[in-house]
């Protein structure tokens, strides 16, 4: 969905760097979420985020961390990356209730490919 | 936290109607259903969603019978464009679990 943006879209870093995936959107909603899949894998939740003042761990919170800096910006930080967090990460927004999206309609961005060696 | 039991793969002729069934046996009460499509190195879409009976839309049919234990997603005449993997959901906003999906395969 173009309406939310990810940056980088690739990115190689090396064990132990600290590495930072930013995420933006313009659809005016408060909820946002982050998600890692592996290679053949669903996606597993990280973190998400009610609102700016609302943080929230996911199954996989271990290693991560994150930061809403305003409505429409959520980072996702690895204090110091390893092999196994190689994988693809995507952010997402929802708003459940809205009157233009159904309850658990979340919206995409277009993934970040992290590779850590 | 409630969980979803689906196919690990289907295969399909292109034209035909593919439905996809999904098990939900400790769905909750105020649980939504929710189907999404993933297409390979994109975030999920959204297709369709429903608490119960039938729901329609453009893109798919959602049938969930009564005691909302299962659910079933029907795709008519697909196309090799339909090649993709599809997620069924249960839960609120704020816990839905995606699992591993269906990966469907639509053949010429």
């Known amino acids: 969905d173009a309406d939310v943006t990810q940056t980088p879209r690739n990115r190689i870093t090396k064990t132990g760097k600290r590495i930072m995936l930013e995420c933006s959107q313009t659809?005016?909603?408060?909820?946002m979420y982050w998600y890692r899949q592996d290679p053949g894998l669903g996606l597993r939740l990280i973190y998400y985020s009610f609102d700016v003042k609302d943080i929230n761990k996911g199954e996989i919170s271990d290693g991560y961390s994150v930061s809403r800096q305003a409505q429409a910006k959520f980072s996702l930080s690895l204090e110091s990356a390893i092999p196994n967090q190689t994988a693809l990460y995507f952010c997402a927004t929802s708003d459940p209730g809205g009157g233009q999206s159904s309850y658990n309609e979340q919206f995409f961005g277009p993934g970040t490919r992290l590779t850590v060696l | 936290l409630a969980k979803t039991t689906q196919p690990i793969s289907m295969d399909s002729y292109e034209g035909q109607e593919v439905n996809i069934t999904c098990s939900h046996n400790?769905?909750?009460?105020?649980?939504?259903i929710t189907w999404y499509q993933q297409f390979p190195s994109q975030g999920p879409r959204f297709i369709i969603q429903?608490?119960?009976t039938k729901v329609t839309n453009e893109v798919a049919s959602l049938f969930i019978p009564a005691d909302r234990k299962s659910s079933t997603l029907s795709l008519p005449r697909v196309s090799l464009s339909d090649t993709a993997v599809y997620y069924c959901l249960v839960g609120g906003a704020n816990n839905l679990f995606f699992g591993t999906g269906t990966r469907l395969t639509v053949i010429p």
């Open positions: 400790n769905i909750a009460t105020n649980d939504y």
């Open positions: 659809k005016g909603h408060d909820r």
């Open positions: 429903g608490y119960k």
